[in-house]
T-cell receptor, first 114, second 111 residues
Framework: DTAVSQTPKYLVTQMGNDKSIKCEQN?????MYWYKQDSKKFLKIMFS???????INETVPNRFSPKSPDKAHLNLHINSLELGDSAVYFC?????????????FGDGTRLSIL | GDSVTQMEGPVTLSEEAFLTINCTYT??????LFWYVQYPGEGLQLLLK???ADDKGSNKGFEATYRKETTSFHLEKGSVQVSDSAVYFC??????????WGLGTSLAVNP
């Protein structure tokens, strides 16, 4: 019963390609997030959606485009992949309006650009 | 702006040693405070939290107390185990829509 699941777990591809990462949560949360974690473990928020509405859009290249078809899903599409995109991408979810509730994370998608 | 500062790692300890990982924050108002842990190859998971001043969060032998006067939320454990080897993140939030993260502290516990 995985709460936040991301696919694929590993993604190895060449520079210039376009790829997508999918995320689904079965916790009934209304808010979902995408994070990027670099090789030094630094964690950076990229996007957040609340009930399919974009609420956080940090300084991220336009090549990254999130899509939320419903509040249980948040996908990330990346165009024209670059070497610097190599990282681990984490999806997370939470219930808004209650600061007592934590964010729940997926296991990450390890993206390697050749 | 709001920020979280935690001690730089890596921290290396022997099994059964005492652990402290310092975390201080800057925020306007009174946020909720969290410690998350990331085990090798996994995503982050909540370790403990505190939502108001003087609250103590605790889990798996770890503790942290919300200190408003020193704007701190230091993580402590009396006797670490090899299985505690992980990266620990301190974070704050006002409405749980956006967490402000520290840079993470890597802990390695040797047998």
């Amino acid at each position: 019963d995985t709460a936040v699941s991301q696919t694929p777990k590993y993604l190895v591809t060449q520079m210039g390609n376009d790829k997508s990462i999918k995320c689904e949560q079965n916790l009934g949360h209304d808010t979902m997030y995408w994070y990027k974690q670099d090789s030094k473990k630094f964690l950076k928020i990229m996007f957040s959606y609340n009930n399919k509405e974009l609420i956080i859009n940090e300084t991220v290249p336009n090549r990254f485009s999130p899509k939320s078809p419903d509040k249980a899903h948040l996908n990330l599409h990346i165009n024209s992949l670059e070497l610097g995109d190599s990282a681990v991408y984490f999806c997370a979810s939470s219930q808004s309006g209650n600061s007592n509730q934590p964010q729940h994370f997926g296991d990450g998608t390890r993206l390697s650009i050749l | 702006g709001d920020s979280v500062t935690q001690m730089e790692g890596p921290v290396t300890l022997s099994e059964e040693a005492f652990l402290t990982i310092n975390c201080t924050y800057t925020a306007t108002g009174y946020p909720s405070l969290f410690w998350y842990v990331q085990y090798p190859g996994e995503g982050l998971q909540l370790l403990l939290k505190a939502t108001k001043a003087d609250d103590k969060g605790s889990n798996k032998g770890f503790e942290a107390t919300y200190r408003k006067e020193t704007t701190s939320f230091h993580l402590e454990k009396g006797s670490v185990q090899v299985s505690d080897s992980a990266v620990y993140f301190c974070a704050l939030s006002f409405n749980n829509r956006k967490l402000i993260w520290g840079l993470g502290t890597s802990l390695a516990v040797n047998p």
